[in-house]
């Protein structure tokens, strides 16, 4: 497979997105390692010196004080990686723990942290051989950086740990062994700049970001659907309304959906002499609402590239001005205020989609639709219970939405007094998309069958297209049967993008991260 080189501090989303998505091996720019070996050097000389230098000579945290004697040094950087692997709690998902490497590797990159060139190498190596750490998701409040989760990927770099290779769970040497690779012992301050930064919560934000982004532009493809399925009017799409308020997101979004329904019979068959004045706003705000979600995800997304190039451990050696300073870029107040508003989307993404589904199964708001869309109501029940699955769904998402940013608690005997929460409230993510896919995935099931009880007339061909692809795996619901397996294929096709491909709107959506 062929891999892609990074370049330190200009790295994209559409990079990291493909870091995320695929095993394609990484490699650093060689054009950074000059300032990688320069910060090095001048950390190798300040360990040598009598001046206490944070991490360097000195102990962490509150123990700071302590001075290390220079014979001491790699005995200091080992037992801080073996000390701070206290993490607990799930496995961190594969791709998540590819992706932290890599943004360690941009983080140091930058020349700022004062490692070795070979510390940036065996973690290259580890990830074109698959040597990949066992990391657990719970242990980090998102100051002074992602200490414990960091500290179990950096186990493995120093024979201890737990790593996954060739598809076996191994000790952290013997992974090493069999791919090839020999452990590091660590230089001065080589530890501290590998576990102290913000890589663990900017991975899951970024993960969570990747799959929301997906599920936006899945939405506007089952919204589509509903507004037919329901017989909603297309007026409130028109690029005039949207010009006027002017939110690029807005404009978008009506723009995608207008596209996705034109041609549409069903559309043309009530724009004449239809009774109802207007819709119900989860039809006729949609752009209005999914618009405002696509923004602020564009927002969390530039904080999130802006991160993920950033150098973030402490202390920093500043090269030029030949000094080693602490300071706080390890503190993920950025990520946590990013996770929270990647939330925030999510849930008003879910809860939108959940009252077009309440719509389609009310026999008095659907415009002539079955009740419940069940073909033979009262001896079947239809979607029924899938609406009430949505609504509990919808429920979970706004408690998950609440910010994690707004707290905080002391550590390190009140020395990191203050912290982001950054690391849970960016996993909370992956629960929101799931919960999101379903809720999503019951939206399709829902409008197909809607769009289908309009025949003889016919919706757009895009959204005809994305029917004939649900039928491909899920049948349409004629008596009631077992659901919960059509909901999973459902939700399924929607985060897996086929319900986009499907929809050709690939291009047609062009939702783009540039503000």
């Known amino acids: 497979m062929t891999g892609i080189v990074l370049t330190p501090g200009v790295v994209t989303l ?33 360990a040598l010196g009598t001046e206490a230098v944070y991490g360097v000579n000195t102990g962490f945290g509150k123990l700071a004080s302590v001075k290390i004697a220079p014979e001491d040094t790699a005995t200091l950087q080992r037992n801080l990686i073996l000390s701070h692997c206290s993490g607990v709690g799930d496995e961190t998902e594969p791709a998540v723990v590819r992706l932290m490497m890599v943004l360690k590797l941009l983080s140091l990159s930058r020349g700022a942290s004062g490692v070795r ?49 060739d598809g076996e ?32 919560s900017t991975a899951y934000a970024l993960a969570g970001l990747f799959d929301a982004w997906a599920l936006a532009q899945a939405c506007l493809v089952t919204s589509s659907l509903s507004t037919d399925a329901i017989m909603g009017s297309t007026a409130p799409l028109l690029p005039e309304i949207h010009a006027l308020r002017g939110h690029r997101g807005q404009i978008e979004v009506a723009a995608a959906m207008r596209d996705l329904m034109e041609g549409s019979e069903i559309r043309e068959s009530h724009r004449d002499g239809d009774s109802r004045v207007q819709d119900p706003y989860c039809i006729r705000c949609q752009p209005q609402v999914v618009g405002a979600c696509v923004d602020l995800l564009r927002m969390a997304g530039r904080t999130l590239e802006i991160e993920a190039n950033a150098a973030t451990d402490n202390p920093l050696v500043l090269t030029e001005a030949d000094r080693i300073v602490s300071g706080g870029n390890f503190h993920a107040e950025p990520v946590a205020f990013a996770a929270d508003q990647i939330a925030l989307a999510l849930a008003e993404i879910g809860s939108i989609a959940q ?7 009310d026999p008095t708001l659907s415009f002539d639709l079955p009740p419940f869309l069940a073909m033979d109501p009262g001896l079947n029940s239809g979607l029924m219970i899938a609406e009430v699955t949505t609504a509990a769904l919808m429920s979970e998402n706004k408690h998950l939405a609440h910010p994690c940013s707004t707290d905080s608690t002391p550590t390190s005997a009140n020395q990191e007094d203050h912290v982001s929460m950054a690391a849970h409230g960016a996993r909370r993510l992956g629960r929101m998309n799931a919960n999101l896919a379903n809720i999503l995935g019951v939206e399709l099931l829902c409008a197909s069958l809607g769009i289908e009880c309009r025949t003889p007339l016919k919706t757009s061909v895009a959204l005809q297209a994305v029917i004939a692809r649900l039928r491909q795996d899920v049948a349409p619901l004629e008596t009631d049967r077992y659901l919960a397996p059509d909901i999973k294929w459902a939700a399924g096709l929607v985060s897996s993008g086929t319900v986009v491909g499907a929809a050709s709107t690939n291009e047609l959506l062009n939702l783009g991260w540039q503000p």
Request: overall charge negative; cysteine-free.
């Open 169 to 200: 769970r191994l000790p952290g040497a013997e992974a090493l062994k069999r791919a090839g690779l020999e452990p590091v012992v660590l230089g001065p301050k080589e530890g501290l700049g590998l576990i102290n930064g913000t890589q663990f």
């Open 14 to 46: 559409q990079d990291l997105e493909t870091v995320y998505r695929s095993a394609v091996p990484v490699t650093i720019d060689r054009a950074a390692k000059p300032a990688i070996d320069a910060a090095a050097e001048r950390v190798r000389q300040a």
């Open 117 to 165: 060139w070979e510390i940036l190498e065996l973690i290259e190596d580890m990830l074109a051989k698959g040597v990949r750490p066992v990391v657990p998701s719970q242990g980090s409040v998102g100051a002074s950086g992602d200490l414990a989760p960091l500290a179990h990927m950096t186990a493995v770099m120093i024979g201890e740990g737990e790593a996954d290779f």
């Open 355 to 361: 009252r077009r589904v309440a719509l389609m199964v």
